[in-house]
Each structure stands twice: as structure tokens, then as C-alpha cells.
């Protein structure tokens, strides 16, 4: 929607990409941890699932690529900051001291997650170079980077989970 909206120059689609974000926010947001749930049961009117870090990593991700789509809309930024910004503060207090991720965010028994922390690495160093966090998450997006590039990765160049 973030894509094709400016590539038409359609307001209203950025507007509607902006209100699902706070529509998944509003449904699936755990607000004593601000992690997502991975989704959402219609029929029970609750949540389903874990914090799996894939899902708040897309979420994440999605959050990102729409900012750079409407970074010079302030009426639209104003709504979607915040909820980014409350999402990374949850996300950071569940970083493994090692710099990962786990597979289920506030389950340390669960795996160490590659792709998740790439994700959290990568959003948080574009929202601090954009402006949209400030350089207190250095260190956060730091230390996932020396985990994947030093832990994470095989002799053979290969992710290991």
C-alpha cells in the first residue's frame, strides 16, 4: 500500500497504510510488553499465538518502509511514531546479552533468531539515521550486527538459525 501510494502520488492509500498500521497495533499490541502477538482470533475476540520474532520483526519492517514513504507528511508521521517508537522499546528489552534475538521474544529457552535480528538490526539503524529514533538504539543495532556477523553465520557462509 506504502509503495504503491507514492508511486501514485494517492494520499488516501498512505492514509490507509497508516490506519491498518494502527489497526494491527490496536489489536495485536501486548501493551505490558509492547511485543506483538502473532494474531488475532475473530471468533474468540482475542489474540492467538506468541511474540514470535518474525512477526514483530515484519511489523517493524513494515513500520519503516512506510515512514520512508510519507517522512514528509508530519500529520501522518505524528500517528505512526509513536507506536514505532513503543514497539522498539519493547523489542530492545528482550535483546539477548549476546546482541540476537530469540525465536519467541521473551522466551529465552527458544532459539537464537538470524532473520529476526537482522530485521531489528536493519530498522533500527535506518529509523536512527532518518531521525525517527535517537542514537541511544546504537548499541542495541550494534550489538545484533557483531552477534549475526560473528555467531550467526557459518565457516561455510551459511546463516545458522
Not at 26 to 41: A, I, K, Q, T
Not at 118 to 125: D, G, M, N, P
Not at 147 to 159: D, V, Y
Request: hydrophobic share 40%; aromatic share 12%.
Amino acid at each position: 500500500m506504502s509503495k504503491y501510494g507514492a508511486w501514485k502520488k494517492d494520499k488516501k492509500m498512505l492514509e490507509d497504510a497508516v490506519r491498518q498500521v494502527e489497526l494491527f497495533n490496536s489489536y495485536l499490541l501486548n501493551d505490558s510488553n509492547s511485543l506483538y502477538w502473532h494474531g488475532w482470533d475473530q471468533q474468540k475476540g482475542a489474540v492467538v499465538g506468541a511474540h514470535w520474532g518474525r512477526c514483530n520483526g515484519w511489523m517493524m519492517f513494515a513500520m519503516v518502509t512506510l515512514m520512508d514513504y510519507i517522512k514528509d507528511n508530519k500529520a501522518l508521521m505524528d500517528r505512526i511514531l509513536p507506536i514505532f517508537r513503543n514497539h522498539v522499546s519493547g523489542i530492545c528489552r528482550y535483546q539477548d546479552s549476546d546482541g540476537t534475538w530469540h525465536q519467541l521474544l521473551d522466551d529465552p529457552q527458544t532459539y537464537k533468531e538470524s532473520s529476526c535480528t537482522a530485521i531489528f538490526v536493519y530498522c533500527l539503524a535506518h529509523a536512527i539515521v532518518n531521525g525517527w529514533l535517537d542514537a541511544s538504539y546504537s548499541q542495541s543495532a550494534l550489538n545484533g550486527w557483531g552477534a549475526l556477523t560473528t555467531g550467526q553465520i557459518s565457516e561455510k557462509h551459511e546463516l545458522k538459525n
